[in-house]
């Protein structure tokens, strides 16, 4: 699994605790829908940290928080 993979799992598994869909997401996270939608479908390759962390404020967790899952914790290194 690679970083975006792990990002796109991340807010879907999230979502998916808390039963909200992709548009209730962007609003309470004063993100347009589109930034949450390609980070989603993979038109965002490299979602800001900034936009990870108002995602994160608007499901009132901690950037620890979103990190801290066994996806993130078992990725291989990106430099080679």
């Known amino acids: 699994m690679n970083t975006i993979s792990a990002v796109r799992n991340r807010?879907?598994?999230l979502c998916g605790e808390r039963n909200i869909s992709i548009n209730k997401l962007a609003n309470i996270s004063a993100l347009p829908p589109s930034s949450v939608k390609n980070i989603l479908y993979g038109k965002?390759?490299?979602p800001k940290?900034?936009?990870i962390k108002m995602i994160c404020d608007?499901?009132?967790i901690t950037l620890a928080?979103?990190?801290d899952t066994d996806d993130f914790?078992?990725?291989e290194q990106?430099?080679?």
């Open 78 to 80: 990106e430099i080679r």
């Open 73 to 75: 914790n078992h990725l």
């Open 65 to 67: 928080e979103f990190f």
């Open 58 to 60: 608007g499901l009132d």
């Open 49 to 51: 940290l900034l936009t």
């Open 44 to 46: 965002s390759q490299n």
């Open 11 to 13: 807010i879907l598994q």
